[in-house]
C-alpha cells in the first residue's frame, strides 16, 4: 500500500533562516506531487505540483520554492523566512491523471 | 478560474441529528467531486468521491452526497451524526480539462457534534 511521510512535524525558525520541508511517497511510482498550505478558515491553498523529477510549477508567487530530486521525494525551500509564512504545510500525492488526491500528516511551521 | 464555496463555516449539532454541509462549485465543464475530513489531529483523509454515474455516492462512515449539475452542487449528508463525526470538512472539485486536473478546494466546515 502506499504511504506519505513528511518530516519534520513542527517546526519554529527566526525570520530571515532557511527552510526545508521534506516529503516522500511509498509504494507507487511516478506520482503527482503537491505542496500546499493550510490556513484556518480558508481551506488549502495550492503552492507548488509536479508530474516527474526536475518537473516543478508554481501556483502563487512568494518566499518559497520547491524541488523533485528523486520520483518520490518532494522538498519544499526557502532561503529566508518570512513571518508570514507560518502555517501548516501539506504535501500531497495522486495517480497521474484525474484522481484523488492522499495527504500527508503536514508540517506546523512558526516563524518566529 | 473555478472556485468551491462551502457555505457553513462552523456547524454544531447533537448526537442523532441529521446532518448536511452544502458545497458548490463553479466550473460548468466536467468535474470531480470530492470530500474529505479531517479529525483531530489525524491526516487530512477522502471521505467520497463522484467521477461519473449514480449522483447519489456513499462514503465511508455512513456519509453520502448528491451531485446535483443543474445547481452545481455536491452536498454531504448523513442520517444521524455521532460524536465521533467532530471534524473538518472540506469539499474539492477537480478541473477534468486542466491539463493536470487541479483540485480546489472550498474553505471547510468545522462540524461540532454534542454527545
Known amino acids: 500500500s502506499q504511504t506519505i511521510h513528511q518530516w519534520p512535524a513542527t517546526l519554529v525558525q527566526p525570520v530571515g533562516s532557511p527552510l526545508s520541508l521534506e516529503c516522500t511517497v511509498e509504494?507507487?511510482?511516478?506520482?503527482?506531487l503537491y505542496w500546499y498550505r493550510q490556513a484556518a478558515g480558508r481551506g488549502l491553498q495550492l503552492l507548488f505540483y509536479?508530474?516527474?523529477?526536475?518537473?516543478i510549477s508554481s501556483e502563487v508567487p512568494q518566499n518559497l520554492s520547491a524541488s523533485r530530486p528523486q520520483d518520490r521525494q518532494f522538498i519544499l525551500s526557502s532561503k529566508k523566512l518570512l513571518l508570514s509564512d507560518s502555517g501548516f504545510y501539506l504535501c500531497?500525492?495522486?495517480?497521474?491523471?484525474?484522481?484523488?488526491?492522499?495527504f500527508g500528516p503536514g508540517t506546523r511551521l512558526t516563524v518566529t | 478560474a473555478q472556485s468551491v464555496s462551502q457555505h457553513n463555516h462552523h456547524v454544531i449539532l447533537s448526537e442523532a441529528a441529521s446532518l448536511e454541509l452544502g458545497c458548490n462549485y463553479s466550473?460548468?465543464?466536467?468535474?470531480?467531486l470530492f470530500w474529505y475530513v479531517q479529525y483531530p489531529g489525524q491526516h487530512l483523509q477522502l471521505l467520497l468521491k463522484?467521477?461519473?454515474?449514480?449522483?447519489l455516492v456513499k462514503g465511508i462512515k455512513g456519509f453520502e452526497a448528491e451531485f446535483i449539475k443543474s445547481k452545481f452542487s455536491f452536498n454531504l449528508r448523513k442520517p444521524s451524526v455521532q460524536w465521533s463525526d467532530t471534524a473538518e470538512y472540506f469539499c474539492a472539485a477537480l478541473d477534468r480539462g486542466s491539463t493536470l486536473g487541479r483540485l480546489y478546494f472550498g474553505r471547510g466546515t468545522q462540524l461540532t457534534v454534542w454527545p
Open positions: 509504494g507507487t511510482s511516478n506520482p503527482n
Open positions: 500531497a500525492w495522486s495517480v497521474a491523471g484525474y484522481y484523488e488526491q492522499y
Open positions: 509536479s508530474v516527474g523529477i526536475g518537473q
Open positions: 463522484y467521477f461519473s454515474g449514480d449522483p
Open positions: 466550473y460548468g465543464g466536467t468535474v470531480n
